[in-house]
């Protein structure tokens, strides 16, 4: 059974930083690519980041370039989302998914989601 856990969301101000992170198991983590996601109230979930199995290859939505970073450490099956300067715009659940392949675009649809982690920035 595939089971992603989601920590580190929370409330921050305004130009501040926070960083997500998301435990895998049941999978074997160091061959598939991982991603984040986030979900504003009534929309549907978009793209935040993705990265490769082994780190070598990341995508960011045109949004988050330059303020969000996806790492991810293999030993650890922990796929983390640092994110600076953050906006008010950038309030929503963020949701960690992985994908049953070692190599995504940001096209590809994710085959497993996590419960997903509240991110509040206030003005």
């Known amino acids: 059974q595939v089971q992603l856990v989601e920590s580190g969301g929370g409330l921050v101000q305004t130009g501040g930083s926070l960083r997500v992170s998301c435990v895998a198991s049941?999978?074997?983590?160091?061959?598939?690519?991982m991603g984040w996601h986030r979900q504003f109230p009534g929309k549907q979930r978009e793209l935040v980041a993705t990265?490769?199995?082994?780190?070598?290859?990341?995508n960011y939505a045109e949004a988050v370039k330059g303020r969000f970073s996806i790492s991810r450490d293999n030993a650890k099956n922990t796929v983390y989302l640092q994110m600076n300067f953050l906006k008010p715009e950038d309030t929503a659940i963020y949701y960690c998914?992985?994908?049953?392949?070692?190599?995504?675009?940001?096209?590809?649809?994710?085959?497993?989601w996590g419960q997903g982690t509240q991110v509040t920035v206030s003005e």
């Open positions: 998914a992985a994908y049953g392949r070692p190599w995504v675009t940001t096209f590809t649809p994710p085959d497993y």
């Open positions: 049941g999978i074997r983590f160091s061959i598939n690519a």
């Open positions: 990265i490769n199995y082994n780190g070598g290859g990341t």
